[in-house]
């Protein structure tokens, strides 16, 4: 079968870090994808990463270890409009689409 | 600003009528999509386009079709709605099959 795993919910303070996780297991691999979706809005794309490493967009960090099935974004700074659920999706399986993780709800408190 | 719009927004409906959900982008984009998703789960692909003339079925595409006559349509049709059909529906785009998806504000769908 083909699954990705994240936390249900992360809480958090306002200014601080936090790292939101994912492994995955699916037939065949092509890239990890983040997407930020807040309460009754669109999914929007925040980051993709392909290769092995850190790819980062301003107070967003996105890192992928393909031999560990791993990936996870990273929020610096955080602010109370980063309150949202965030989804990690792993391009992959037999028909190259995207498979979905259940989302992680981010709780940020001041 | 969207670029991909979805109606209606929200729809009530009874159970066995057919309904339709439209979706358009002004974008160019080859590729779209339609999802379901329950509150706080994940997105499950029902159909998708490759372009015109070009549809094929995701997870979830029993019990609805859709056609892709125009770049910038890709309706949803359900033909006997039922109160398992209530969810939410999002229609997305994308220029590549490489490119980010861009999706839509969404249907909410409830049928009684």
């Known amino acids: 079968g083909q699954s990705l795993e994240q936390p249900s919910e992360v809480t958090a303070v306002e200014g601080a870090i936090v790292q939101i996780n994912c492994t995955y297991q699916?037939?065949?691999?092509?890239?990890l994808s983040w997407y930020q979706q807040h309460d009754g809005g669109a999914p929007t794309f925040l980051s993709y990463?392909?290769l092995d490493g850190l790819e980062e967009t301003g107070r967003f960090s996105s890192f992928l270890s393909r031999s560990d099935s791993y990936g996870y974004l990273l929020l610096q700074e955080l602010q109370m409009k980063d309150s949202a659920s965030y989804f990690c999706a792993v391009k992959g399986g037999s028909n190259y689409q995207l498979i979905w993780g259940a989302g992680t709800k981010l709780i940020i408190k001041p | 600003e969207a670029d991909i719009y979805q109606t209606p927004r929200y729809l009530v409906i009874g159970t066995g009528k057919k309904i339709t959900l439209e979706c358009s982008q002004t974008?160019?984009?080859?590729?779209m999509y339609w999802y379901q998703q329950d509150p706080g789960m994940e997105l499950h692909l029902i159909h998708y386009s490759y372009g015109v003339n070009s549809t094929e079925k995701g997870d979830l595409s029993s019990e609805s079709t859709v056609s892709r006559i125009r770049t910038e349509h890709f309706p949803l049709t359900l033909e006997s709605a039922r109160p398992s059909h209530t969810s939410q529906y999002l229609c997305a785009s994308s220029r590549d099959n490489n490119s980010p998806l861009h999706f839509g504000n969404g249907t909410r769908l409830t049928v009684t």
């Open positions: 990463n392909a």
């Open positions: 699916t037939s065949g691999f092509y890239g």
């Open positions: 974008m160019g984009h080859d590729k």
